[in-house]
């Protein structure tokens, strides 16, 4: 099954732009600079949404304009708009149990408390869809975290991002075809 979506979870505004939580939106901008995709906002969809060509495949990126805690309301809208099944959807989102610079490819699962995910599984009723889990380190202890994913991250953890997005552009064509243990294959080792 190709992916027809590919969703990068964030807050919008200036001021969250560059915060931890919003590594899934540099993804997909990243992925979009790379195809010449151009965002519009679509108040409907409740999000800006561009349309690129990937090794053959028609793809659609979103940039949620809603804050986190409801980016399933924009992903169930495009979704449904466009007929896309969940398992043709990939969410590209912050991961706290990973450190920074490491992304990995999931498909399926919980939310492991990311309130995006969360409302993602409750809007789409289904935990059946991609996941790319940027990491972005842990603070240490779970009461840290609100304030940790919405600043900054240090220099040398946002050039390790920056390298892991690249590093996950370079299996977007698998991705995209739906080859998804290729994809992870190459992404993982």
């Not at 027809?4 to 969250?16: A, D, E, F, H, T």
């Not at 560059?18 to 999000?47: C, E, I, P, Y």
């Not at 980016?71 to 896309?84: C, R």
């Not at 240490?140 to 552009?169: C, F, M, N, R, T």
């Amino acid at each position: 099954m190709s992916i027809k979506l590919i969703v990068g979870l964030q807050n919008p505004g200036s001021m969250y732009e560059q915060t931890r939580h919003n590594v899934g939106a540099w993804f997909v901008q990243a992925l979009a600079k790379h195809h010449g995709g151009k965002f519009k906002s679509d108040s409907k969809l409740h999000g800006a949404l561009c349309r690129i060509t990937l090794d053959g495949y028609d793809c659609r990126l979103l940039l949620p304009s809603t804050f986190m805690n409801n980016s399933g309301l924009a992903i169930q809208a495009t979704a449904h708009f466009f007929k896309i099944k969940p398992d043709e959807i990939l969410v590209i989102h912050d991961e706290l149990d990973l450190p920074a610079g490491l992304a990995k490819l999931k498909t399926g699962g919980g939310h492991g408390g990311h309130n995006g995910l969360r409302n993602t599984i409750s809007q789409l009723k289904t935990k059946d869809f991609h996941r790319l889990r940027l990491g972005i380190g842990h603070p240490g202890h779970k009461d840290l975290v609100h304030d940790y994913v919405l600043s900054k991250p240090s220099l040398a953890d946002k050039q390790a991002i920056h390298d892991a997005i690249e590093k996950a552009l370079c299996v977007m064509h698998h991705t995209v075809e739906g080859d998804m243990a290729k994809a992870m294959n190459k992404l993982h080792s």
